[in-house]
């Protein structure tokens, strides 16, 4: 069964530190796909990153990178000189692939980070 | 840039009534999906749409549940006779494909009293 685990309910940082959102999951496939999405305060869901289980590759984009390390199952997520505007919960999600299809998104708990100026 | 649309932001109704949620995917998307989260929780699937019929739905879409695409545009889910325990924010997704990423509209919030 596919589990996701977010274990930091809460983080805050001060303005320009970073910080590094930590995602551990559980499946039984050998091909599935992650990904993070932002919830702002305003409550939508902002997709930011999908990676496949085959694509070990670490990805940047701007402030935010991604580790992806299939020995851990872990999946975390890193924003460097943290802003305000990131504050935010963020959920790591995963689905495995079936046939030509994929298993709805599992979600984890989110983590809430607050970025203090 | 494309965006998955939702209506009414926020309905509030009394228990027993029953409740349509509006979506408009983005409009070259195949696959539709509705999720629900219930305040300060994670964010839980319900059902899956595709071709015109749901392809996959969780414990939650019990019988009070339905979805439909009534025209080529609108996505809706319909719950019969609403209990306290719906209350929550609903979540409609598209894609484009079966395995890419869902873009998510910015939810429906149902308050159920």
């Known amino acids: 069964a596919q589990k996701v685990t977010q274990a930091q309910t809460e983080i805050s940082v001060v303005e320009k530190e970073d910080v590094t959102l930590d995602c551990v999951y559980e499946t039984r496939d050998t091909t599935y796909y992650l990904f993070w999405y932002k919830q702002p305060p305003s409550g939508e869901l902002v997709f930011l990153i999908r990676r496949n289980s085959f694509d070990e590759q670490n990805e940047i984009s701007g402030r935010y990178s991604w580790n992806f390390q299939k020995s851990t199952s872990s999946f975390n997520f890193t924003i460097t000189a943290s802003q305000v505007v990131d504050s935010a919960v963020y959920f790591c999600a995963l689905s495995e692939a079936v046939g030509s299809g994929n298993t709805p998104l599992v979600f984890g708990k989110g983590t809430r980070l607050s970025v203090i100026a | 840039e494309p965006e998955v649309t939702q209506t009414p932001s926020h309905q509030v109704t009394q228990m027993g009534q029953e409740v349509i949620l509006r979506c408009v995917p983005i409009?070259?998307?195949?696959?539709f999906y509705w999720y629900r989260q219930i305040l300060g929780q994670k964010v839980e699937f319900l059902v899956s749409?595709?071709?015109?019929?749901?392809?996959?739905k969780s414990e939650i879409f019990d019988d009070q549940f339905s979805v439909e695409r009534p025209d080529g545009s609108n996505f809706t889910l319909k719950i019969r006779s609403t209990k306290l325990e719906d209350s929550a924010m609903y979540f409609c997704a598209s894609s484009g494909t079966a395995t890419g990423e869902l873009f998510f509209g910015e939810g429906s919030r149902l308050t159920v009293l």
């Open positions: 409009s070259n998307h195949l696959y």
């Open positions: 749409f595709y071709n015109n019929e749901i392809s996959e």
